[in-house]
């Protein structure tokens, strides 16, 4: 079983970690400087701008699992108040490391309530369509954001 440190102690030992590293950030002029906008992300396995924008556009759904490596964001079922007889899930996986259109694919799920059971629906195309233009215009927001 491990054994965790006190909060001081482990920030004290994570403080001590990245003094060093503070000295090396100032002073040379001749340094390339990072470009915050670069459209390939290493840090996780998908487009980061493209991740964002798919968990701030499904906020108000509960999440039902995220892969951040794999690219994939399933929700669990939503029901909008206003329609209380209807229900939907969502699918979004994030295909490329670079933000592009082709780059995000939405599936979605409709349910009915029928007499108290929930039956199988269609979704309209304009539905996931219109979801994916949400995220990439969002995603390309963010990207405008980051360049400054």
Same mark, same amino acid.
């Given at each position: =079983?491990? $054994? $965790?440190?006190?909060?001081?102690? #482990?920030?004290?030992?994570?403080?001590?970690?990245?003094?060093?590293?503070?000295?090396?950030?100032? /002073?040379?002029?001749?340094?390339?400087?990072?470009?915050?906008?670069? #459209? $390939?992300? *290493?840090?996780?396995? @998908?487009?980061?701008?493209? &991740?964002?924008?798919?968990?701030?556009?499904? !906020?108000?759904?509960?999440?039902?699992?995220?892969?951040?490596?794999?690219?994939?964001?399933? *929700?669990? &079922?939503?029901?909008?108040?206003? *329609?209380?007889?209807? $229900? =939907? +899930?969502?699918? @979004? !996986?994030?295909?490329?490391?670079?933000? %592009?259109?082709?780059? @995000?694919?939405?599936?979605?799920? %409709?349910?009915? !309530?029928?007499? /108290?059971? &929930?039956?199988?629906?269609?979704? +309209?195309?304009?539905?996931?369509?219109?979801?994916?233009?949400?995220?990439?215009?969002?995603?390309?927001?963010?990207?405008?954001?980051?360049? /400054?």
């Amino acid at each position: =079983m491990a $054994r $965790r440190l006190p909060a001081p102690v #482990s920030a004290g030992l994570l403080l001590a970690a990245l003094l060093p590293l503070a000295a090396c950030g100032g /002073g040379s002029k001749d340094r390339p400087k990072a470009d915050l906008a670069a #459209s $390939r992300v *290493t840090t996780i396995g @998908v487009n980061a701008y493209l &991740w964002r924008a798919t968990l701030d556009t499904l !906020s108000f759904m509960p999440l039902a699992q995220t892969d951040s490596n794999g690219g994939v964001v399933v *929700t669990d &079922w939503y029901i909008d108040p206003n *329609t209380p007889d209807e $229900r =939907m +899930k969502l699918t @979004v !996986s994030i295909l490329d490391q670079d933000l %592009r259109a082709d780059a @995000v694919r939405v599936a979605a799920s %409709r349910q009915v !309530s029928q007499n /108290g059971v &929930w039956i199988d629906a269609p979704v +309209k195309a304009a539905t996931v369509q219109k979801l994916e233009e949400i995220i990439l215009t969002k995603a390309r927001d963010l990207r405008r954001m980051a360049i /400054g």
